[in-house]
């Protein structure tokens, strides 16, 4: 299968580009290598993807709507898998232009693409802080997310509706996946993670917001991208919906939810760093920052129903994954 990746430098467009094009797909991949984070990381990512003869680099920003859309056009894709975004809750704080643009702009263009070449599937990767301020948990795709509390959330929101509306006006066969936490190996500087085990790799002390009383609901890379793998083949159809399916009675348009569908405590995330990196954080404890939720957890009934079986990776085992790349990829010992 042809299928184009927008965002295939980043942490898990690369993961997932490598694992399509090991399962023997012609994968081609967008991404404007921006420098929110040190683009010799995704530099590196994309030697890795280079190797694969069924592998294309089209470097271009989203904004630029004439390279998108040549480049979607040269790629004849099948899927299109929509990852590219300015990422970050804090960062949004300080760059509000960025979200707009990429986020929201970029998407925009992408769909206006896809009105002369519809694929058989758009995939478009959204995020869990959509539930913004929500209490009631799991958080369940049929929940009402109104209320988001960060831009990065309000724009993902946005890209939501615009893809609804151009699943309904369009026909574009459409599914939302809201992303939970996702970590792993080749994982962004600016997550918890990286910087967790990083400062205490180099002895330095760690920043814990909320004072250590958050909770997420983790999802492993290589989980999440065999739920992508599944849920490519399964477009949506316009239809009636059962009572928690999030299935558009208007338009072929489904929003699902991708994570473990367990929380664990940050302290015991924290721990697991520990354990795997040998040394014990010094901990700086702060109160919440702006944007931040307190807890997230995940109701998976939806997503198993159409993938079936998920994997769930410990966080244990994920986190010692992340710790021997880590330790390996900068050259610690």
């Known amino acids: 299968m042809r299928i184009f990746i927008t965002g295939a430098a980043g942490f898990i467009g690369f993961h997932l580009a490598r694992r399509l094009l090991a399962d023997g797909h012609t994968v081609t991949g967008y991404d404007g290598i921006t420098d929110y984070y040190d683009p010799a990381l995704k530099r590196a990512r994309?030697?890795?993807?280079?190797?694969?003869?069924?592998?294309?680099?089209?470097?271009?920003?989203?904004?630029?709507?004439?390279?998108?859309?040549?480049?979607?056009?040269?790629?004849?894709?099948?899927?299109?898998?929509?990852?590219?975004?300015?990422?970050?809750v804090r960062y949004s704080l300080e760059q509000p232009q960025s979200y707009i643009q990429s986020n929201v702009v970029g998407t925009a263009n992408l769909l206006e693409a896809l009105r002369a070449l519809p694929p058989r599937h758009l995939i478009f990767a959204s995020t869990s802080s959509i539930y913004g301020g929500n209490t009631k948990v799991p958080f369940a795709e049929t929940d009402r997310a109104d209320g988001p509390v960060s831009l990065y959330a309000a724009t993902k929101k946005s890209g939501e509706a615009m893809v609804h509306s151009y699943a309904h006006l369009f026909g574009i066969p459409s599914t939302c996946l809201r992303f939970f936490t996702v970590y792993g190996p080749w994982?962004?500087?600016?997550?918890?993670?990286?910087?967790?085990?990083?400062?205490?790799?180099?002895?330095?002390?760690?920043?814990?917001?909320?004072?250590?009383?958050?909770?997420?609901?983790?999802?492993?890379?290589?989980?999440?991208?065999?739920?992508?793998a599944k849920i490519m083949d399964t477009p949506p159809e316009m239809g009636r919906p059962v009572e928690h399916d999030s299935l558009s009675a208007v338009a072929p348009f489904r929003v699902v939810n991708v994570a473990g569908g367990r929380q664990t405590e940050l302290m015991d995330f924290i721990r697991a760093i520990e354990k795997?990196?040998?040394?014990?954080?010094?901990?700086?404890?702060?109160?919440?920052?702006?944007?931040?939720?307190?807890?997230?957890?995940?109701?998976?009934?939806?997503?198993?129903?159409?993938?079936?079986?998920?994997?769930?990776?410990?966080?244990?085992?994920?986190?010692?994954?992340?710790?021997?790349?880590?330790?390996?990829?900068?050259?610690?010992?």
């Open 187 to 228: 994982g962004r500087p600016d997550m918890a993670l990286f910087k967790f085990a990083s400062a205490m790799i180099e002895g330095r002390p760690i920043d814990v917001y909320g004072h250590g009383t958050m909770q997420r609901d983790f999802t492993y890379v290589a989980d999440l991208v065999d739920v992508i």
């Open 46 to 88: 994309l030697a890795i993807l280079a190797e694969h003869e069924r592998f294309v680099l089209i470097e271009g920003m989203l904004e630029d709507a004439g390279r998108l859309r040549d480049g979607l056009a040269q790629s004849g894709a099948e899927v299109v898998l929509h990852l590219a975004a300015q990422a970050g």
């Open 276 to 333: 795997a990196v040998g040394r014990t954080a010094q901990l700086n404890l702060l109160p919440m920052q702006p944007g931040d939720v307190v807890a997230t957890h995940s109701d998976t009934t939806l997503l198993r129903e159409l993938v079936g079986a998920v994997p769930e990776t410990s966080v244990e085992t994920g986190v010692g994954h992340f710790v021997e790349w880590y330790k390996s990829h900068y050259g610690w010992n």
